[in-house]
């Protein structure tokens, strides 16, 4: 078949073209183009119904409900600042998934070294006493993170009596044989930042006495902390 030549379309069949192509560019202007908005957390699903449908895979349970905690934190097209999730609604979840896998380390681990050190004191609050709460559960197995929270206690809150309960939480708490000896060293060190000598004095003397501090190293520098402290406190007399 022959094509015909462009100069053969009617000028009436043109102008409908153009006025379409115009119009497709103005409703192309006009409508607005499409926003990423935040889906808000939603409550964590009821324990009973989890271990329901796990099952019996409660673990693979745990790691999936993580999974979906986080996907809140980064959605398609926005990324969510830590700082404006529901901490009450973080807490529920991480709490779910510490029931489902009580050996799991990732839930305080994101506790402490995450949600805990947002711009926001009252959120870091909430989630480091949610850490302390769940620290005295299994203190033997959760020390970790009650000690990192003790460090944003005194140098991101500025809360040194906070910060001294957890170490003494620690120090009377995580007694078993694999919890690094510093750990009991924390209430002690913290005394001391806070111009308290004599109550350093006895922590430590007690600490040295009790034959727990075997490497010679730790001994070493915690004696000559003692020493320090007892300078101190002889010249203030």
């Known amino acids: 078949m022959k094509e015909r030549a462009f100069s053969d379309v009617p000028r009436s069949i043109l102008a409908l073209i153009v006025v379409a192509f115009a119009l497709q560019i103005a409703m192309h202007v006009s409508i607005p183009k499409p926003q990423a908005s935040a889906v808000e957390l939603t409550t964590a699903p009821p ?9 019996g895979e409660p673990i693979s349970a745990a790691k999936w409900l993580m999974l979906r905690l986080q996907a809140f934190d980064n959605q398609p097209g926005i990324s969510i600042p830590f700082r ?12 779910r998934i510490l029931l489902l896998d009580p050996r799991g380390q990732y839930p305080l681990l994101s506790a402490s070294r995450l949600y805990a050190e947002v711009p926001n004191p009252a959120k870091q609050r909430q ?5 302390h709460q769940k620290f005295l559960e299994d203190p033997n197995q959760r020390w970790p993170w009650l000690a990192h929270a003790v460090v944003i206690a005194r140098h991101r ?16 708490r995580a007694t078993g044989a694999e919890v690094p000896h ?7 060190l913290l005394a001391a930042d ?14 040295l ?24 406190t002889s010249k203030g007399k």
């Not at 510093?182 to 002690?188: E, H, K, L």
């Open 47 to 55: 324990l009973l119904w989890l271990q329901t449908v796990s099952l």
């Open 194 to 207: 806070m111009n308290e000598a004599e109550t350093a004095k006895v922590l430590l003397g007690g600490l």
């Open 84 to 95: 404006d999730l529901d901490y009450g609604k973080v807490i529920d979840w991480l709490d």
């Open 157 to 172: 809150l500025n809360d040194v009596p906070l910060a001294r309960a957890y170490a003494k939480s620690l120090r009377e």
């Open 182 to 188: 510093w750990v009991t060293q924390m209430d002690a």
């Open 127 to 131: 989630m480091l006493t949610f850490v």
């Open 209 to 232: 006495a009790s034959g727990k501090i075997t490497d010679p190293h730790e001994f070493h520098f915690l004696k000559s902390k003692l020493e320090e402290l007892e300078k101190l």
